[in-house]
């Protein structure tokens, strides 16, 4: 975990994540980690830098969680969530046959309750994510202020996978739709057709990760049986990922995403507008069929 003291002594805002919560990283089925427990992972990933693979009590501020809120009524909520998180990692049986590990992130999950600005929560990671942090030569290199400024929690896992493999000469990532679901943390009753997957949740997170963390997505659905789509390829580009410059660009940044965002409400502004217009033409049409039709009958002829 050299990589990772070497980002905490630098103080440049990195988040370094060990390739193997990354690579093999499936969310249960009855899980999908909410926007927040995905970025307080991180936060804690980055709070324990270089120490995550000893077994040892990590500490974080309750400031720091809340991102500075006075307010920390929803940290139980939060804390609560991130601990009954499973991960599914592949593992061999005692008798070295493949299997599922389910593990959980947390030996112990600890919040001072007083509300002092002190107040802390403390936490241990797990045995087999201690060994992971212990045992990882590769590692994604994450930008705190990106990663918070994202809104969508499909783009924090996309942009997770996008600064692992932006390094590699070939940055694809081929997956079946089911695996991208699971990675994802997309539940098998949302979005369950490949155009609603498409249009609901990798093309926002690609505008979004374009806007904000610097990384092109593109995708091509392949191969297609029949007409249905049963494999993805995501490429990510674009990214210099020189991250010692995230501080410099945090403004315009921030510039990037107001505009972004307004973007996105006036088209929602604008589809709901041509809604409603058709919503009263159709009623303006049907009480106009209407009137018609009890004239005709008021008719002697």
Known sequence: M?????????????????????????????????????????LLIMASAGDAWAQMTHRITKAELSGGHKGDERLPALLSEIKGIV??????STR????????????????????????????RWSAEIRKVFAESEVFAR????????LESKYSVTLYLIGCLLICRREPRWRARVDELRRVLGVHDDSYSTWTKLDRLVLLPARQELAAIADITMSYQPTPRRGRRVTHVEIYFTGVEHAVRQADGAAPAKRAERRKYLKNQRLTEAARQA??????????ETAAADELRQELNDALPF
Request: without cysteine.
């Open 274 to 283: 041509q809604q409603v217009a058709r919503l009263k033409e159709a009623l």
């Open 96 to 123: 070295n046959r493949p299997a599922r590990n389910y593990v959980s992130l947390f030996e112990r999950l600890k919040e001072e309750i007083d509300d002092r600005g002190d107040a802390w929560v403390e936490w």
């Open 142 to 149: 994450l930008g705190r202020e990106r990663l918070l400024a």
């Open 87 to 92: 991960y599914i990692v592949p593992a061999l």
């Open 2 to 42: 050299r990589t990772a003291h070497e980002a905490a002594k630098s103080d440049l805002g990195e988040i370094i994540v060990p390739r193997e919560l990354v690579e093999h990283l499936e969310h249960h089925p009855d899980q999908s980690p909410s926007l927040a427990a995905r970025r307080t992972i991180a």
